[in-house]
């Protein structure tokens, strides 16, 4: 979850909405009516006289899945341990997953990940949540403390829904993300449970090879819509297309 564009429809401006060209290998939404419907219901009061009075970009993600049968063995890192969860550790997870997502694409999509604020209470929502998974929530400490942030919820009997994986942007290309979610997901087999999923922003290159190297496979394509202002600051909608 977790930024070169791979594929990005085109801009919703004030003159009405474009749509993408049909593709053969993925559906999407070609129906304008319909389209205009959904617009509407996820902009509420922001969609005037049929037109809209803003950009609307579209983010392509891939919605992943593996079982957890035959995983690689996870070690961590030397000099690196895996703490478990804690409520103390509430904010390490919120500063690492703040200074992971500041900037970032995926900060746009989901603006609760671009503040320490917004981290912080997105993660004391998750941990409250009947469906938190205590064992897959995982900080990595590293020499200069926690470097590192994972956690799930329980999407179905069996299955996990990873939730955010975060590496400190001073500590990536270290092999280090890979170490986290393989100790997450062994920590997941242990618990019961049979297979994770993921979603990831297509243009997240390093992260979507990361999820193919461990076996993730693509199950669907979703697009995130992300409202435009007309500074450029984003303000997502609700609204997405699968």
Not at 22 to 43: F, G, I, P
Not at 151 to 156: D, H
Not at 173 to 198: K, N
Request: aromatic share 8%; hydrophobic share 35%.
């Amino acid at each position: 979850m977790i930024q070169s564009i791979a594929k990005r429809w085109p801009r919703v401006i004030s003159t009405g909405r474009h749509l993408p060209e049909h593709d053969s290998r993925e559906r999407v939404a070609t129906n304008y009516s319909q389209e205009r419907d959904r617009t509407r219901q996820s902009l509420g009061g922001c969609y005037n006289g049929g037109m809209l009075s803003f950009a609307v970009d579209y983010h392509k993600r891939f919605r992943m899945e593996r079982p957890l049968a035959g995983l690689p063995e996870a070690t961590a890192p030397m000099g690196y341990r895996f703490r478990a969860w804690q409520p103390d550790c509430l904010e390490a997870h919120a500063e690492v997953l703040a200074a992971c997502f500041c900037g970032a694409t995926d900060a746009q999509i989901f603006p609760t990940l671009g503040s320490r604020e917004g981290c912080l209470k997105l993660f004391t929502e998750v941990v409250r949540r009947r469906d938190f998974i205590p064992e897959s929530t995982w900080l990595l400490v590293g020499p200069q403390g926690p470097c590192g942030s994972i956690q799930a919820l329980r999407e179905r009997t069996a299955i996990a829904a990873i939730q955010n994986i975060g590496i400190r942007p001073e500590e990536q290309g270290r092999g280090l993300g890979r170490a986290l979610l393989l100790h997450m997901l062994h920590a997941l087999e242990r618990a019961g449970y049979g297979r994770a999923q993921l979603e990831v922003t297509v243009s997240n290159t390093p992260a979507l090879r990361l999820y193919q190297s461990l076996g993730f496979r693509r199950s669907k394509v979703v697009y995130k819509a992300v409202r435009m202002s007309a500074d450029g600051v984003a303000v997502p909608t609700q609204e997405s297309l699968e």
